[in-house]
């Protein structure tokens, strides 16, 4: 359950964001979700309810864009999209290749007044 | 900067996505807006974990996160280490509770830091950080970061090593590696420990290594006893290759 610690990660992220912009509340957070980043997007919804409140982003909607793994292959050049969990070039069969999405979590964008 | 080793290392690990906001120039906020923000939700331990590797590259020394299941055999794969003598190590735990790991380092002659996780379940880059000021890197080749037994939360963590083994023990079933890719599809080295018990269990070893590389085709895998000397050579052959190809 490390869903709780990256929630306390988003949250000062969040407030930071709004001092920033002098914003006095937070009302939808929009995150993307690796689906190999490790998180458990039900898990990291309950903690947001859990521990928003109080904050910046008491009243604020948590949407969540799920992203496969995007791979660069540095053999043919081509980056591709994959709908499985394979580290494998789908052009060239190349196992010379990075991730460029998919392994992390972002925070996308915040709306606030 | 770091206030414990003064290493002046700061942004670095930064994509082309982060830190751009789509109002640079008026920051006050009238109405509702919409901002972009695009950072990395662990974008603290990112950095932290870069600092950490910075820090191991600086005292030219191997770091390894070993990652498995509770009693996949990471402290006894570091028991037997101890005991080759193949290279000169330490190791930072991690455990909820208890020194018990450090201890068993500690009791063949080796560095060993505990960190006591208290109910977090999986170690991140600023625990690493505490640790490796506690580990006299200087003697040192290779430093393992033994992470909380658990196949799913230390995945998501960099902790700031430059490679992660990943153990799967035979009693576990063969089925692990399909149920945790996250955790498998991190790994530069799969172990599959306690083989000397094949014999017991229906655990299809063959199986497990196609899985692997259906995940991840380039995996290195090895099987490992600690009642197999040759095995027990592989995996020290496997980090002396490693070592070499950063010095």
């Known amino acids: ?113 | 900067m770091c206030k414990d080793c003064g290493c002046s290392i700061q942004d670095h690990d930064h994509t082309h996505q982060e830190g751009h906001s789509a109002l640079h120039s008026n920051p006050q906020l009238n109405d509702a807006k919409t901002v972009e923000v695009i950072t990395k939700i662990l974008a603290k331990n990112a950095h932290e974990a870069g600092h950490n590797r910075a820090h191991f590259d600086a005292h030219k020394v191997l770091a390894i996160n070993l990652m498995s299941a509770p009693g996949s055999g990471k402290t006894a794969l570091l028991e037997k280490m101890a005991e080759s003598g193949a290279f000169t190590f330490g190791v930072i735990e991690g455990d909820l509770e208890t020194s018990l790991d450090a201890e068993r380092i500690r009791a063949k002659g080796i560095p060993a830091f505990q960190i006591q996780t208290g109910s977090a379940c999986h170690l991140d880059a600023f625990m690493v950080h505490k640790g490796l000021h506690e580990m006299p890197l200087d003697d040192l080749e290779v430093c393992f970061i033994e992470n909380v037994g658990n196949l799913v939360c230390p995945a998501s963590y960099d902790v700031g090593a430059h490679l992660n083994i990943v153990l799967v023990s035979v009693p576990e079933g063969s089925d692990k590696i399909e149920k945790y890719p996250v955790m498998f599809a991190k790994a530069d080295l799969i172990l599959i420990t306690k083989t000397d018990l094949l014999p017991y269990f229906e655990y299809d070893i063959d199986h497990e290594k196609a899985q692997a590389r259906r995940i991840k085709p380039n995996v290195d895998i090895l099987a490992f006893s600690t009642k197999d000397e040759q095995s027990i050579q592989n995996v020290i052959s496997w980090i002396k290759f490693k070592k070499s190809m950063r010095s």
Do not use: W
């Open chain 1, 1 to 113: 359950m490390h869903e709780y610690s990256i929630v306390q990660a988003l949250l000062e992220q969040c407030e930071s964001h709004a001092q920033e912009y002098k914003a006095t509340r937070i009302t939808r957070v929009i995150l993307k979700i690796g689906k190999l980043s490790g998180v458990e997007p039900y898990l990291l919804q309950s903690a947001f309810d859990a521990f928003k409140e109080g904050g910046i982003c008491r009243e604020a909607l948590l949407q969540m864009e799920l992203q496969n793994l995007v791979l660069h292959c540095e053999a043919c050049g081509e980056d591709s999209e994959q709908s499985e969990i394979c580290y494998q070039c789908k052009q060239c069969q190349s196992t010379q290749v990075r991730a460029v999405d998919g392994e992390e979590m972002f925070l996308m964008r915040l709306e606030m007044e």
